[in-house]
């Protein structure tokens, strides 16, 4: 089982950067043993996938509408995993929350995660 507990959230101005951090407190398998992944929640909107990294951090996956402006990255002797967020835009404005899961490859659907954190609020003004 683990625990996780995002940070970082804020307000921003479009173009601006942030990076959020999830810390996670993991019991009876250690954090290596867990792929991570970021997603977000707009008001009124499905929760979506936004970045993903397996195990060891050799290997990464990004949606679309923020591939070359986040990177998600992970510090297993930490038990952290980052998302840095450049070049933000008004439609970045979200709750975002980070996911844990046992399965070994890398995984953009809601449903593959087992471990949610309770998210933090990202706000990108125009």
């Known amino acids: 089982q683990v625990q996780l507990v995002e940070s970082g959230g804020g307000l921003v101005q479009a173009g601006g950067s942030l990076r959020l951090s999830c810390t996670a407190s993991?019991?009876?398998?250690?954090?290596?043993?867990?792929?991570m992944g970021w997603f977000r929640q707009a008001p009124g909107k499905e929760r979506e996938s936004v970045a993903a990294?397996?195990?060891?951090?050799?290997?990464?996956w990004y949606a679309g509408s923020v591939k070359d402006r986040f990177t998600i990255s992970r510090d297993n002797a930490k038990n952290m995993v980052y998302l840095q967020m450049n070049s933000q835009k008004p439609e970045d404005t979200a709750v975002y929350y980070c996911a844990a899961t046992t399965k070994t490859n890398i995984f953009s659907s809601t449903v593959a995660y087992d471990y949610w954190g309770q998210g933090t609020q990202v706000t990108v003004s125009s």
């Open positions: 993991a019991s009876g398998r250690t954090f290596s043993g867990y792929t």
């Open positions: 990294i397996s195990r060891s951090g050799t290997s990464t």
